[in-house]
């Protein structure tokens, strides 16, 4: 076991880029992939390592030294992928998992839209057969990485006159399609890391669906139970501005870490961090002698929003009015001010603190669940977002 | 790092929550005279645990500390009201780390009680010892002594190093917490036996370090069984035509009890491993327990508390009693200044 660390520390000192471009971010992942540290717990025949969580485990504890450019390879590997590994058909397995593997290819995953975030599955998207192929229309947004994505899974109505959930089906798509636009949209860092995406008679092939027809639900559910795993499966970058030990190190800097007050707030943050990452790896532990997280990754990625949330109060009572103006010049003030920037978006994306809350508290707990309203009416006559389906 | 308790670990929960179901008189100590229960006591001592840590040559069980806090978790479910921390936890610890051989067999055996004396803030308390006649004795005061009124020996930290004596004016003190005494002692020339120490502060880091592992265990259990209590409850209590646990307000905060409940337990499996396992790493592992716990475990009564309404605010329902301990425990040993004081201490020192 400590043969595969030194693997990996050794490969990763001689290997990380500095620079953060695309092309070089590829050619890092296919680097990754070459040297057999790509899909570390993937079975071998779709290009993975066949290893077991320990060596995954080991993975993550060392490149949390580093900060990778595999960020736009996220969604694929820790989402799109495995949902293909658990229902696409051999053919698709074989075309998509090896390039997704290699960051060849990129992905993104096309489940929100303007009317349709936590319930997604009021989405109005439509995908209409015609003759062999189906025809797609309707607009999805918020989606991560779109704009360099060769790849998307994508939720689409294809049955208005069934209740919400039953109507949908998953589809595997080209983004390079001309059908299909992509619009970078402004997230509140200034940055543009995701977009909306716009489909016009966007025509698939029969064999684009994941799953079966009419299960879009149950492939959504799947990826999503993917999603907080690989979300909430938390590394604490050591080079996050917010975590711990930096927050600490920059109240070093500005000769902060005598002041007692900054002394207890990082004292209670770093209770908090240790208390998060010993529940993670607790859960891995138990995953790894049979007892899989299931919605137990709810607390993971509830508490990580929490955590993130504390500690940008710690680093305003560290920096003051440092966090508030500072040189144009000095790097660290910027990366502060995005990591601040950044924070709220862990309590939206993947699911809110609310609805983490009532996973928590419907499928841990069995609390009695909501009224429900929807559930055995026709999409067609229910209202979604802010208006009727069309 | 072991974090999953093993099938044996396991076993000893069961054993422990099966005996404190049968035997735990909770209610005659809170609404009687008597600050603990004797029979309970008896019982716990019966099955190996008042000495669970006490190596075997000395009549104990020489287990490890994930086992002693699979106990005192159990004794934090059911707030059973025995002097298990105060004699099992404080003087135990103290006297093995003393190399003390005397005393610690009826320790551990349960047929005597042992408490700790030291300062609010863990340091020498203000009790002074003399030299006399090729012997010590001990005069002063100390106050909020765990247990004090129930002990038959006082393990007494002092400027002069550690001493053990067993005669001492007691006055039992009112408790917020009504289910662990605590009492004011006098000691008047109280003849006692010195023990040596290479390095006397060093002992009470250690005593104290592992004292912040076995308080985080009975917070654990307190907040598992508020947790455990308090979705019940959700799920039965009917208000506007629905169980209430089904308002997303109610369900909320039962799923962030749960989210608390969880990292405490995560902490907790860490720092007792830690204890056994790795003894270096152990004054940060306690330092950092108890500033995520102590506030948590205030919290999670209160909520749950909340939870309850108005049943919650009676006397007859348990809430009140897990909110005191909560309080209580909270503020033992100068309380989250201290706490915090000492974890930034660690951190400032690791970097
Ligand atoms: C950075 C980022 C990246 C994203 N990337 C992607 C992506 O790649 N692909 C993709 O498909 N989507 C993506 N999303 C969309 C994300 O999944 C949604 O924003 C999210 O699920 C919330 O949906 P919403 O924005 O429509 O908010 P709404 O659902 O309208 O929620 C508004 C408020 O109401 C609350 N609320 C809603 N329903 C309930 C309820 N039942 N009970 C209690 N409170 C409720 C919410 O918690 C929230 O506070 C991304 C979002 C962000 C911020």
Do not use: C, E, H, I
């Given at each position: 076991m400590s043969e595969f660390r030194e693997k990996v520390r050794a490969w990763l000192a001689e290997n990380v880029p500095g620079d953060e471009d695309l092309e070089s971010a590829k050619r890092f992942q296919a680097a990754l992939y070459d040297a057999g540290l790509s899909g570390i717990t993937w079975p071998t025949e779709f290009g993975g390592q066949g290893l077991t969580a320990a060596e995954q485990q080991i993975f993550d504890s060392e490149v949390a030294n580093y900060d990778l450019p595999t960020s736009v390879f996220r969604i694929g590997m820790g989402m799109c992928g495995p949902t293909i590994v658990d229902l696409g058909t051999p053919e698709q397995k074989a075309r998509y998992l090896p390039p997704l593997l290699r960051g060849d290819e990129i992905w993104c995953q096309l489940f929100s839209e303007p009317g349709a975030?936590?319930?997604?599955?009021?989405?109005?998207?439509r995908a209409v057969r015609d003759g062999d192929e189906w025809v797609i229309n309707g607009q999805k947004v918020w989606t991560t990485v779109a704009h360099v994505a060769d790849f998307g899974a994508l939720l689409a109505r294809t049955d208005a006159d069934v209740p919400k959930h039953q109507g949908l089906t998953m589809f595997l798509i080209d983004m390079r399609d001309p059908a299909v636009t992509v619009r970078p949209l402004k997230d509140m860092t200034g940055r543009a890391p995701f977009n909306e995406v716009y489909f016009e008679d966007l025509r698939l092939p029969a064999?684009?669906?994941?799953?079966?027809?009419?299960q879009g639900w149950l492939a959504a559910v799947t990826m999503l139970g993917h999603e907080r795993v690989s979300i909430g499966g938390f590394v604490r970058k050591r080079n996050d501005p917010l975590a711990h030990a930096n927050l600490a190190e920059t109240a070093r800097r500005f000769g902060r870490d005598v002041d007692p007050v900054v002394r207890a707030e990082l004292a209670k943050l770093y209770a908090a961090e240790r208390a998060l990452v010993l529940f993670n790896t607790r859960l891995r532990q138990e995953a790894e002698a049979g007892t899989p997280p299931g919605a137990r990754g709810s607390v993971a990625k509830l508490a990580g929003a929490q955590l993130m949330q504390q500690a940008v109060a710690v680093a305003g009572t560290i920096g003051g009015p440092r966090v508030t103006a500072w040189d144009p010049d000095d790097a660290a003030g910027d990366e502060l001010a995005l990591a601040i920037n950044q924070a709220p978006s862990s309590s939206i994306a993947g699911g809110t603190d609310q609805i983490q809350r009532t996973i928590i508290g419907d499928r841990i707990l069995g609390l009695p669940r909501e009224p429900v309203l929807d559930r055995d009416v026709p999409f067609r006559e229910l209202r979604v977002g802010t208006q009727r389906p069309a | 790092m072991q974090l999953v308790l093993d099938s044996e670990q396991q076993q000893l929960r069961s054993t422990v929550r099966k005996l404190l179901a049968d035997h735990n008189h909770l209610r005659s100590v809170v609404d009687g005279d008597e600050t603990y229960d004797r029979v309970l006591w008896k019982h716990l001592a019966g099955l190996g645990l008042t000495g669970l840590v006490v190596p075997e040559e000395h009549g104990?069980?020489?287990?490890?500390h994930v086992e002693r806090c699979v106990v005192l978790e159990e004794l934090g479910r059911a707030l059973a009201p025995v002097p298990f921390f105060a004699s099992a936890v404080l003087a135990a610890d103290a006297l093995m780390a003393l190399g003390d051989t005397e005393v610690l067999p009826a320790l551990a055996s349960g047929e005597k009680i042992g408490a700790l004396v030291v300062s609010?803030?863990?340091?020498?308390?203000a009790v002074t010892a003399t030299e006399r006649d090729g012997g010590w004795v001990l005069d002063g005061q100390a106050s909020f002594v765990i247990s004090g009124d129930v002990a038959d020996v006082f393990v007494v930290y002092t400027s002069d190093g550690w001493f053990v004596a067993e005669e001492a004016q007691r006055k039992t003190l009112t408790t917020l917490d009504p289910t662990r005494g605590q009492a004011k002692l006098e000691f008047a020339a109280a003849p006692a036996r010195r023990l040596d120490a290479a390095d006397p502060a060093a002992v009470l880091e250690k005593v104290r370090d592992l004292a912040s592992v076995a308080l985080a265990a009975e917070q654990a259990g307190g907040i598992a069984k508020v947790l455990e209590t308090t979705v019940e409850y959700a799920k039965v209590r009917v208000q506007f035509g629905r169980a209430i646990g089904s308002y997303q307000a109610v369900k909320h905060a039962c799923a962030d009890l749960y989210s608390t409940s969880e990292r405490v337990e995560s902490l907790l499996r860490h720092a007792a491993w830690v204890a056994d396992n790795a003894p270096e790493e152990l004054p940060l592992a306690a330092a950092a327990i108890q500033v995520f716990t102590a506030p948590a475990c205030f919290e999670a009564a209160r909520s749950g508390l909340q939870l309850h309404g108005g049943i919650g605010y009676t006397w007859e329902h348990d809430a009140h009693l897990y909110y005191k301990r909560a309080k209580s425990s909270e503020l033992l040993f100068g309380g989250q200044d201290e706490q915090l004081a000492r974890l930034a201490g660690c951190l400032a020192e690791g970097s």
């Open positions: 975030g936590s319930d997604v599955a009021s989405l109005q998207t064999d684009a669906v994941l799953g079966r027809v009419g | 104990g069980a020489g287990a490890g609010q803030t863990w340091g020498p308390s």
